[in-house]
């Protein structure tokens, strides 16, 4: 069980990681402003430690299907602010 666990959170940190760096990238192309790009990746990290805050809060495990969550709530958030960060 703890080996699962373990793998579980260097995954979700795996993908975070990944996540936030290649969003950042797709932002620098899409708008072509690095303080805009980085205002909107300081904007996904705030929703993403909101986020898992309240899992921690809550006493939720990290499991499958938490862990999945997690990377698609990325792509979500980053999603959301592509479009806002462009469109500004």
């Known amino acids: 069980m703890m ?35 980085t205002l909107a990746i300081i904007c996904v990290a705030i929703v993403i430690e909101s986020t898992v805050a309240f899992m921690v809060f809550n006493g939720w ?3 499958v299907a938490e862990s ?7 792509g979500l958030s980053v999603d959301y602010v592509l479009h806002l960060s462009s469109d500004y």
Do not use: P, R, W
């Not at 975070?16 to 402003?33: R, Y």
């Not at 999945?68 to 990325?74: L, R, S, T």
């Open 68 to 74: 999945i969550g997690i990377v698609i709530m990325i």
């Open 3 to 37: 080996a699962s666990e373990k793998a579980l959170f260097q995954s979700a940190t795996t993908g975070l990681i990944t996540a936030i760096c290649f969003s950042f990238i797709i932002l620098l192309i899409a708008t072509g402003n690095i303080l805009l790009s």
């Open 61 to 63: 495990e990290l499991g």
